[in-house]
T-cell receptor, first 112, second 115 residues
Framework: EAGVAQSPRYKIIEKRQSVAFWCNPISGHATLYWYQQILGQGPKLLIQ????????DSQLPKDRFSAERLKGVDSTLKIQPAKLEDSAVYLC??????????FGPGTRLTVT | AQSVTQLGSHVSVSEGALVLLRCNYS??????LFWYVQYPNQGLQLLLKYTTGATLVKGINGFEAEFKKSETSFHLTKPSAHMSDAAEYFCAVSEGNGGYNKLIFGAGTRLAVHP
């Protein structure tokens, strides 16, 4: 079974630029999460989708972050404009109903 | 709200020695608890989980953890460390009214294994 795919793996941008990350979950997984992992910290939830609907985006900085999951499969996370403090690893995870989460390899973002 | 505390951001052991990584949680409902491992430049891999039933759970790579409700703890152990165990370990609790849901992670413990 293929795992959660994410791209790109690494991205370097300057502050105030925009960036987008892509996630392809495991086939059949209805729930999808985006987490932000700042260096030296544990991952923190940004947004949770159930199929193509948002379940929880309470911790998403909506003035600069946006996410969508069209057709309930792939998802994109966008930052515009980026700030220095957005430097982190962005992890995507997918989950079946009543099952545990499986994580992708992450996208490491560096904002200079 | 649930929370997780991992005692010790860095732990160093000798190869062959006991590994003990500590995790305490707070939860107002029966928790689902997890340990994940993260190798450099990789995502998180599930080591083991506690949902219901037996409080001693066994995971991959020889790791196990014991759920102790009275101590609100879920410490991770391995009898004999191997060099390949060097990684970062995260304890997590599933938030919400029980069951599988979004995860609240601890800050992580980096395990070093020396010859």
């Amino acid at each position: 079974e293929a795992g959660v795919a994410q791209s790109p793996r690494y991205k370097i941008i300057e502050k105030r630029q925009s960036v987008a990350f892509w996630c392809n979950p495991i086939s059949g997984h209805a729930t999808l999460y985006w987490y932000q992992q700042i260096l030296g910290q544990g991952p923190k939830l940004l947004i949770q989708f159930q199929n193509n609907g948002v379940v929880d985006d309470s911790q998403l900085p909506k003035d600069r972050f946006s996410a969508e999951r069209l057709k309930g499969v792939d998802s994109t996370l966008k930052i515009q404009p980026a700030k220095l403090e957005d430097s982190a690893v962005y992890l995507c995870a997918s989950q079946t109903d009543g099952g545990e989460q499986y994580f992708g390899p992450g996208t490491r973002l560096t904002v200079t | 709200a649930q929370s997780v505390t991992q005692l010790g951001s860095h732990v160093s052991v000798s190869e062959g020695a006991l590994v003990l990584l500590r995790c305490n949680y707070s939860s107002s409902v029966p928790p689902y608890l997890f340990w994940y491992v993260q190798y450099p430049n990789q995502g998180l891999q599930l080591l083991l989980k506690y949902t219901t039933g037996a409080t001693l759970v066994k995971g991959i790579n020889g790791f196990e953890a014991e759920f102790k409700k009275s101590e609100t703890s879920f410490h991770l152990t391995k009898p004999s460390a191997h060099m390949s165990d060097a990684a970062e370990y995260f304890c997590a609790v599933s938030e919400g009214n029980g069951g599988y849901n979004k995860l609240i992670f601890g800050a992580g413990t980096r395990l070093a294994v020396h010859p």
